[in-house]
Each structure stands twice: as C-alpha cells, then as structure tokens.
C-alpha cells in the first residue's frame, strides 16, 4: 500500500497538472475569464483533491482485501476512474451552478465536460504515476493473501 506522503504527491501533482492543462482549456471553450474558471478550478481541485485521498485510501483497501493486491488490471483502472469521476460530478454540480452563477442545467454542462476531461486525464496520470513511482507493495504475501472463496 503507498505511504501517506506518496499519497499526498500524487494528489497534489494530479490537480497542479491538471490545472494547468483545465482552465486555459475550459475559459477558451465556455468563454469565462482566466480568474473566473481558475477559482472555480482552485474550489475544485480542493474538492477533488480531499476526495481523491478518501477514494483511493478506500479503493486501495478494498482491492487489496478483495485480491490480496493493489494491482490494477486495465479493467480496475477503468472502474477506478469512472467512479471517482461519478461522485466528484455529483458534489461539484452545485458548487459549479453557485459560483459561476448560472442554472443546473448549464452547470451540468460545465460538470460533465470537466468530468470528461478528468476521466481520460485521470487515467493516464494515475498510470503513469504508477508507472514512474511503482507501489512497493503491489503484491501481497503468500501468506498474506485473501483466502480464496
């Protein structure tokens, strides 16, 4: 399982790099100001951010009880970043419709495009991320092993 700091740098770098890529992106396509989607990017990315470390911590938990590993088969990375994405959509749509001052409707808008970014963006990170700071313990003992069913 990673560390607590392992975990912090990668949450931290998925939302700086993602940040840097998102709000240039997103003014230029819905036509808000830099500041105006940046703020919204910065409560987002908090957002995002405290969620990724809970979802994770979770994710990691489960799929090592589940599996006896927290290794992710291409299918479990499909999983992981589809749910992520789906309860980050539902706790940012009204923090979307608030701030930029506009309806549910225009802030799902706003809300999915941003989740669709972040599902291919999330994917490609979290493997890379994988890929460059392995997990030391990505497979579990023999005898730490689930018992199978």
Same mark, same amino acid.
């Given at each position: ?25 997103? $003014?230029?396509? %819905? ?8 703020? @919204?990017?910065?409560?987002? $990315? ?12 979770? %994710? ?13 088969? @291409?299918?479990?990375? %499909? ?11 539902? $706790?940012?749509?009204?923090? !979307? ?19 669709? %970014?972040? @599902?291919?963006? $999330?994917? !490609? ?6 890929? !460059? ?11 730490k092993k689930a018992?199978?069913?």
């Amino acid at each position: 399982m990673r560390t607590t700091g392992d975990r912090i740098r990668q949450a931290v770098s998925f939302e700086v790099i993602g940040l840097l890529i998102s709000v240039p992106l997103a $003014a230029f396509v %819905f036509g808000y100001s830099l500041e105006k989607i940046g703020v @919204l990017g910065l409560i987002g $990315a908090t957002l995002a951010t405290t969620w990724n470390y809970i979802f994770n911590l979770g %994710f990691d938990h489960t799929l090592k009880r589940l599996t006896g590993s927290t290794r992710k088969s @291409l299918k479990v990375r %499909f999983l992981h970043a589809s749910s992520f994405e789906l309860g980050l959509l539902v $706790a940012f749509l009204p923090v !979307i419709s608030w701030w930029m001052d506009i309806g549910l409707l225009d802030a799902l808008l706003v809300d999915v495009s941003f989740a669709l %970014f972040y @599902l291919v963006y $999330a994917f !490609i990170f979290t493997w890379s991320y994988d890929t !460059i700071f392995p997990d030391t313990d990505t497979e579990a003992s023999p005898s730490k092993k689930a018992p199978p069913n």
